[in-house]
T-cell receptor, first 113, second 115 residues
C-alpha cells in the first residue's frame, strides 16, 4: 500500500509568518498535486508538479517536487487569514488510465489576524 | 461553470437503513470516484469507475457498493448503514486520458450521520 505522509497535521500561526508543509513517501509518483479545501466545500486544485526538482510559484505559495519524485513541499510566504484551510497533497500513480491518486492526511492551517 | 454536484449536503440516517448518495458531473468525464474524508485520515478511496457499468474497489470498499448506469452519474450505496460510516463523503471526476497529471474535480461533499 502506497502511503503519503503529510506534516504537520495542524498549524496555527500569526498573519505575516512563513510556513512549510511537507509531503513524503517511499513510493515514486508520476505527479504530485496540492489541493486546498475550505469548510463546507470540496478540495480545489492549487497546482500539479510532474518533473523531479520542479518548482512552481502561485503568488505567495511555492511548491516543489523532490528530485526523486517521492516528496513535495508547500511554502507560504507572509501568510494571510485567507490562507486558512485544509491543505492536501496527492500523488498520482501511473498504474492505469484511471488517474488514481493517493492522498496525504492533510494539514489544517489557521492564520490568525 | 463545470460542476460536480452531490445532491445531499447533509443526511441523518438510522443504523440499518439503506443510504443512497448521488453524484452528477457535467464535464463528460470518464472517471468518477467516491472518497471518504475523516479528520487525520485524509481522503480514502472507496470505489472508482472508469466507464459506464465499470467499477473497481478502492482502499476501503467494505460496507459500500456503487452504481454507474450513465456516464454523468455515480451513486454510492450503503446497504445497511452503521455508526462507523458517519463521515464526509466526497465525489470527484476526471478525464480518462492519463497524462501523468490527472486532475480531480470534487463536489462539495455529503455529510452523513448515522445514529
Amino acid at each position: 500500500t502506497q502511503l503519503l505522509e503529510q506534516s504537520p497535521q495542524f498549524l496555527s500561526i500569526q498573519e505575516g509568518e512563513n510556513l512549510t508543509v511537507y509531503c513524503n513517501s517511499s513510493s515514486v509518483f508520476s505527479s504530485l498535486q496540492w489541493y486546498r479545501q475550505e469548510p463546507g466545500e470540496g478540495p480545489v486544485l492549487l497546482v500539479t508538479v510532474v518533473t523531479g526538482g520542479e518548482v512552481k510559484k502561485l503568488k505567495r505559495l511555492t511548491f516543489q517536487f523532490g528530485d526523486a519524485r517521492k516528496d513535495s513541499s508547500l511554502h507560504i510566504t507572509a501568510a494571510q487569514p485567507g490562507d486558512t484551510g485544509l491543505y492536501l497533497c496527492a500523488g498520482g500513480l501511473r498504474v492505469s488510465n484511471t488517474g488514481k491518486l493517493i492522498f496525504g492526511q492533510g494539514t489544517t492551517l489557521q492564520v490568525k489576524p | 461553470d463545470v460542476k460536480v454536484t452531490q445532491s445531499s449536503r447533509y443526511l441523518v440516517k438510522r443504523t440499518g437503513e439503506k443510504v443512497f448518495l448521488e453524484c452528477v458531473q457535467d464535464m463528460d468525464h470518464e472517471n468518477m470516484f467516491w472518497y471518504r474524508q475523516d479528520p487525520g485520515l485524509g481522503l480514502r478511496l472507496i470505489y472508482f469507475s472508469y466507464d459506464v457499468k465499470m467499477k473497481e474497489k478502492g482502499d476501503i470498499p467494505e460496507g459500500y457498493s456503487v452504481s454507474r448506469e450513465k456516464k454523468e452519474r455515480f451513486s454510492l450505496i450503503l446497504e445497511s448503514a452503521s455508526t462507523n460510516q458517519t463521515s464526509m463523503y466526497l465525489c470527484a471526476s476526471s478525464l480518462r486520458f492519463w497524462s501523468g497529471a490527472n486532475v480531480l474535480t470534487f463536489g462539495a461533499g455529503s455529510r452523513l450521520t448515522v445514529l
